[in-house]
C-alpha cells in the first residue's frame, strides 16, 4: 500500500469514528426486529390467494423453451407457454435455496452476507436520466455512471456498489454491460451487480467476475447479482428467465423482481398486488433452483401506487409502505433473503416532497426485514432521474439508519444509574464522567444536516440542504481515490472488454 | 346551519372523499400494531432503573407544598424538597388513572379517544417565531396564531386545534392565554389545549372550557388539556405541579412531559435517558391522581440528541427516533395514554432536511404507538419555529399516516383472486371490474406532492415543494370558514377575557 493510499485510509477511518459508532462497517446486522403487521392467519390466506393464481390462472413463461422444460420436468402443468403449479410445489422446490449468503468483494473485508439479520444499502438502479442542481436534467453518460460508482465507493454509510446505477446513454446498448461492470470492478472494491438486459450479457458480466475472482472461486462464491423483473401481472420474458439462469447456472445470486403498478399490472387493492407478487417472486426464485439447486437468491419486490387525479404512477406512498411489512413477512415464511422497497419519489427535486416520500419508503425497507436494498440512493423524478444531490442526502439517511437498526442497547453502562446519584436533580450532565466516557459515540452525526442557531445559520448564507449536497457530492469527487487493482486482473478485464466490443456492431436500441 | 356554511361543508366532505378514504375522520383507530422493540426483560430492567432513581436519588418539587403534602401522604419519603418513592409505589398511586379517555369537542363529531388504538395529530406547540417563505423569521403574532389554527381547521388531516401553537408575542405574558383559548374556541369546532404557564392561567383556561361545556359537564368529563413539562433532571417546579393540579382537580388531562436532551439534562445514552423520563413521568402522573382519583392523564415523553461537532441540539435523529419505540412498550405496561415524538427538524427552511427529520421523527410516533401526537405539523428551527409552509407539508404528511395505519386489510375481496382469472396473464387491469370497483378509494391522494411527469412539472414552472406549500395556506386561508359558535356563548367568553385582563396590568416577562 502505498504512503498516500495509507494515508487516504486513515483519513477515512478517522472520519468514519468521528461520524459515531454507527458508520464504516461493511453491512449492517440488526438489533432490532422486524415489524410484523400481519397476523399469522392473514399471511396464510394471502398465501392461499397466490396458491390458486398459480394453480388457476398461473404464469406465462415466454421465449425460453428451457425454462418451460425445467417446469415439465418438476411436475408443473406446462400448456403452451402457460405454466400452473400445485400448492406447495414451488415451496417444495425452493427447499433448496440458501436462506443466507455471502456477497464478495474484492476486498475481503466489503464482503456483504445476504439474509438473516442483514441489511445491505446499494445505490439506485436504471435512470436513464440523471440531475444536478448546476445542470438540470439530462441523459445519463458513462461518466455519470463513473462519477456515482466513486460517490457510493466514497461513502462509509453505504455497502455495495450496485449495478446499472444511471444508463450509460452514449455506450451502445449492446456494450453497455461491459463498461458497466469494468466501472465497477475498476473504480470500487466492494460487491457489485452484472448485467441482465440479454443472456449473453448476463454471461459476459459473469465472466468478467471470473476474471477478478478466478473461475473455481465463483463456481463456489456468490460474487456478483443480477437484477431480474416480472413483466407483471404473471408473465415471465425470455430474456429475463434466460438472464436468471446465466447467473444461477454460475451460482450467482439473481434477484426476483415483480414490478406492480397497484391498478395497473395487478389489483388496485394492497392485499391482492401483494398475493399476485408474492406468486411471481415464488416462480421465478424456484426457476434458478431447477437450474441449479442451491443456487443464491434473493426474493424481490417492488409495491407502488398511482395518482387517484392524472392515473400516474406515484412512489413513497403510505400503501406500499406498510404493505411492505407484509411482504417481509411473506419472504420470511419462505425462507429467503428479501429485497424490498428502497427510497423513492416521483419529486423532481431534492425537496421536501422528496426526502418525505424517500424517507417514508427507505424506512419501510429497514422495518420490513430487507436484506438487500436496491435503490437506497440516488433516485428521484419516479425512478428515471439519478440525483447527485439526492445521492448525498440519501446517504446521508443511510448513515442514520445505522444507529436506528442498533436499536436500545439496555446494561448497567448504558442505563447510567450511577450518573444519576453523580449528578442529581436540577444540574446538568455535561461533566458527567458516563457523559465524557460516552460522548464521541453517543450519537450518529449527519455530514449534511444543518444543526446549528437560525442566527448562525443565516450569517453562513442561509443554504439549504439541497445546496450542501451540491457542495458535497463535488467535494466527495474531488477527493477520490480508487482503490489498488492488481494490474494483470485489470489488463485481462480491459482485453476481455475490447475483444467482446469488437465482435459486434454498436447497437443503440 | 346557513346556506353558504352548508355549501361549505359539503364542498369538505367532497374534498375528503376525493381523497381517499384515509383521511376526514375525527381520530384515528390504528390498525396495525405498535412496533415493539425491546424485550419484556429488558423493559423490566429499564424499569428497575427507574425504580432505583426514583428510590435512591429522588426528584426535587420546588414551590409546592401541596404537592409536597400530597407525597407525605401517600407514603413517599419527604426530606425537605426531595422525594423518594419505594419502588411500585407510583404504579400503584397509578392504578385509578383511565387507560383511555375521550375529549370533548365543542362540536360533538370531533370528540376525539385518548389512548388504546386512538392516534390524534395536533398541531406544533410553543414556538416563539413563525416562518414563511415570503416574510422570513418574524416573532409570532396573535395573527400568526389565529391564521395557524384556521389551518388546522382547514385540514382534512388534523384532529385536534393544538395548544399555544406559536407564541402570541404580541400580547403581554399574563393576558395570552385568554386571547388564545377564546381564539381556539372561537376559530375552530376542535379539540383543544389550555395554558399551563401559571396556576391562575391554568384555571382560567378550565374556566372558559366551563364557560362553553358547562360546568356540570366539565367535571365529569375532559375537554381541555395542559402540557406541563418536566425541569429535567428531576426536577418538579411549583409552576407547573400547580397547573398539573389544576388540570386534575378539574378532572381535566394534564399531559406530563420529560424533556431530555441527551447528555444535557440527562444521560448520553438512550437506556439511561429512556428511564430517567419513565421516572419523573410517573412521578407526575401519579401527582394528578393525588390530587383527584381517576383524573385522566398523558404518559409524555421527549427525547432528543445532540450534535456531536457542536453541542446543538439535534432533532430527528435516530437515537431518538428507536429510543420512542421502547418509551412506547413502558406507557404501554403503565397502562396509560402516551404522547411521544412528533414532527420535528433542526433545519431552517422547509427543505429536505426538515423533510428527512420530521418524517422519522413523525413516524416514530406512528410506530411507537403514540395516541397524542403534539407537534404533528409545523416545527421547523429546531422547535423554535412556526412555518406555514412546513405546517402544511406536515399536514399533508399526516393525510398520508391515516392510510399506513390502516394497514394492510385482508379478505376475499382485497385479494381479488377473481380478478386474476379476469385479467390473465400480460394484460392490465386498469377496466378490470375489481379496479373499478376500487379506484377512488384504493390510495391516498397528496394534494401537495407532485406526480406529474418531468415535462409537465417542468412546463409548468417546475415548482417545489415549499412553494407548492407556501400556495396552499394562502388558498387554505382565503377559504378558511369559521365554524358557527353560539352568540350567547361568545358574548360571556368576550366578557370573561375582558375582564381578567382588566383585573391585571400587562406584563411583558
Redesign the interface.
Known sequence: MSESRRAGRQARTAERS???S?VGRPYILRN??T????SEE?LA??ET?AD??LA?????FRDDPVALDHWRRAGARVDGL?VRFEPGMLREVLASAPPVFTQHARNPANSVQVGGRSVVFAPAYGSP?VMDLDRG?RFGTIEDFRNFIRLAQSSPNLHHSGGTICEPTDVPVNKRHLDMVLAHIELSDRPFMGSVTAEERSEDSIEMARILFGAGFVDQNCVILGNVNV?S???WDGTMTRSLRAYARANQAAVIVPFIL???????????A???AHAETMAGCALTQLERKGAPVIYGNFLS??????G???FG???P???S??VGQLARRANLPLRCSGNFT???????????????SM?AAI?CGANFILHSAGFL??L??MSYE?FM?DA??CG?????L??????D?????D???E????????G?S??MA???T?????S???????EK??AAG?V???SR?NRAWKKALAEYEAPALDEGVREELRDFVARRKAAEDDRWY
Open positions: 468521528r461520524r459515531g454507527g432490532i426486529p415489524y410484523d403487521v400481519l392473514n390466506r394471502i390467494a390458486r393464481i388457476e390462472t398461473g404464469i406465462e402457460r436520466f436534467r413483466n401481472p404473471l408473465v397497484g391498478g395497473a399490472m395487478g389489483p388496485v387493492t394492497s392485499a391482492g401483494i398475493a399476485q401506487s398511482m395518482s387517484l387525479r392524472s400516474a404512477p406515484t406512498t403510505p400503501e409502505a406498510i404493505g411489512m407484509v416521483t419529486s423532481k427535486l431534492p425537496d421536501a416532497q422528496a426526502m418525505t416520500e424517500g424517507t417514508m424506512l422495518h423524478d419516479g428515471l432521474s439526492k442526502l446521508d439517511l442514520a439508519l445505522h444507529s436506528y442498533d436499536g436500545v442497547k439496555v446494561d453502562d448504558q442505563l447510567a444509574v450518573a444519576f446519584a449528578v442529581g436533580p436540577g444540574n446538568h450532565f455535561f458527567a458516563h457523559t460516552h460522548y464521541e453517543a450519537f450518529w452525526d449527519s449534511l444536516a444543518d444543526n446549528e442557531p437560525f445559520w443565516e442561509s439549504d440542504a439541497a449536497a
